[in-house]
């Protein structure tokens, strides 16, 4: 399995920055892509983003489109969340997921990633 370690969450306010880093380790070979998912208190996980490893494919949810940007960094196996223009609705617990596989068409749904992170508080201030 997948050891995935969240950090750089905060509190900023609206139209602010802040960037997100997801630390791997552990079986990292069985990993094709990261994820990034957010939760608000009483709503479910919600994807952000993913990238393949190989090849640095991505996709973004359409709330974070032109606003976020995924990156990674293959010899440091960290993926990067760098927020921009940020909202108050962008408030959430962010969460890193490991998934065994990379899709071109979708890699939204919970169910495609097998590790997860303990998460990082966002808090965005109006």
């Known amino acids: 399995q997948v050891q995935l370690v969240e950090s750089g969450g905060g509190l900023v306010q609206a139209g602010g920055s802040l960037r997100l880093s997801c630390a791997a380790s552990?079986?990292?070979?069985?990993?094709?892509?990261m994820g990034w998912f957010r939760q608000a208190p009483g709503e479910e996980r919600k994807f952000v983003a993913v990238i393949s490893w190989t090849g640095g494919h991505t996709h973004y949810a359409d709330s974070v489109k032109g606003r976020f940007t995924i990156s990674r960094d293959n010899a440091k196996n960290t993926v990067y969340l760098e927020m921009n223009s940020l909202k108050p609705e962008d408030s959430a617990v962010y969460l890193c997921a490991a998934a065994p596989f990379f899709s071109l068409v979708t890699m939204a749904k919970v169910e495609d990633y097998d590790s997860w992170g303990q998460g990082t508080q966002v808090t965005v201030s109006s």
């Open positions: 552990g079986r990292t070979r069985d990993s094709a892509s």
